[in-house]
């Protein structure tokens, strides 16, 4: 079956830091960049980092520079985002997702609050 699976989310305090994973199956995710994308309640999606294939190159957002970081692991079939320095405003579902497939993971819950 051709998915993605994020983990990781959870409820941490503003300063903290979260590790979200994507973990594909049923198709080489090395072949393809990948992106988190989160989307905070009553909010459109926001995109957030990339990483090309092969892991090379990474793109962030304003909102993301500085504190979150994208990896990915293609033997493990397997991406990451660290995030450093959570702030309320990252409170959302982050998505993992592969733009050349429309393939999206069901997302995992980030809660930044005291």
């Known amino acids: 079956e051709v998915q993605l699976v994020e983990s990781g989310g959870g409820l941490v305090q503003p300063g903290g830091s979260l590790r979200l994973s994507c973990v594909a199956s049923g198709f080489p995710f090395g072949s393809y960049d990948m992106s988190w994308v989160r989307q905070a309640p009553g909010k459109g999606p926001e995109w957030v980092s990339g990483?090309?294939?092969?892991?090379?190159?990474?793109w962030y957002a304003d909102s993301a520079k500085g504190r979150f970081t994208v990896s990915r692991d293609d033997a493990k079939n397997a991406a990451y985002l660290q995030m450093n320095s959570l702030k309320p405003e990252d409170s959302a579902l982050y998505y993992c997702?592969?733009?050349?497939?429309?393939?999206w993971g069901q997302g995992t819950a980030v809660t930044v609050s005291s």
């Open positions: 997702t592969l733009e050349a497939l429309d393939l």
């Open positions: 990483i090309n294939d092969g892991g090379g190159t990474t």
